[in-house]
């Protein structure tokens, strides 16, 4: 429906593991970990296609022609959600440089509120990828990518999250040609404070137990 601008990772155990994170019984500490691994698992697609370069190492035995990743990386958490998903992608690269872009939902409009924003200097340069577990209305991530955009960060920006909403899809697809989402599942819709259902409860409150 959304052609290949909307990539949904369907693999066995990031489904299995996205059904451990729904239950309302996991742990605080528990479903910490699930999203820092989902993002993990995630961050592997969403950087399949990065640039590599040749480079020439010295095995103990031979020289050998490698390929390296050829362009560094900024992961950009929507507070206070996305900072879960940081580590999972650090792991997998643990030279990224990590921005933070705050915004707030307010509980009335639903619109989205910039409270904060620290980005790397030369975040232009990076691949950029925007995290927040719950793509809901889509507010504020259009709202951070339309930052990303005003601090020069061109061509595509990868938002990776855990569970969407289609109206958040579609806002967020409608907002900018160049992005790219990532979700383990797209779920039926939002109810009538916007949140996502079935969903996975506020994710927020969930990783620094909150609730
Ligand atoms: N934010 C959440 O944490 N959960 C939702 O369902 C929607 C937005």
């Known amino acids: ?9 369907d693999h066995p155990m990031v489904q299995h593991k996205l059904s451990i994170l729904r239950d309302k019984a996991t742990p605080s500490k528990q479903f910490r970990e699930l999203v820092r691994e989902l993002a993990l698992f995630e961050g592997y697609e ?23 990743v050829a362009k560094q990386v900024a992961v950009v958490p929507i507070l206070r959600a996305g900072l879960g ?15 933070h872009l705050g915004m707030y939902r307010d509980e009335t409009t639903h619109r989205p509120v910039a409270y904060y924003a620290k980005l790397p200097d030369d975040i232009a340069e990076r691949v950029v990828i925007v ?29 990776m999250v855990i ?17 790219e ?21 506020d994710a927020g409150d969930r990783i620094f137990g909150t609730e």
């Open 131 to 159: 995290v927040d577990p719950m793509l809901a209305t889509g507010g504020s991530a259009a709202a951070a990518i339309a930052y990303l955009r005003e601090q020069g960060v061109a061509g595509v920006v990868r938002l």
């Open 163 to 179: 569970v969407a909403a289609p109206q958040g899809v579609e806002a967020v697809l409608a907002s900018d040609p160049d992005v």
């Open 46 to 68: 969403a950087m399949r296609d990065l640039p590599l370069s040749e480079v020439d190492v010295e095995t103990p035995l031979a020289p050998a022609t490698c390929r390296r």
């Open 85 to 99: 998903m940081v580590d999972g992608v650090l792991d997998l690269v643990p030279a990224a440089r990590v921005g």
């Open 1 to 9: 429906m959304w052609g290949d601008r909307v990539r949904l990772i």
């Open 181 to 201: 989402i990532y979700a383990c599942a797209i779920d039926e819709r939002l109810d009538e404070n916007a949140y996502i259902l079935p969903g996975l409860g």
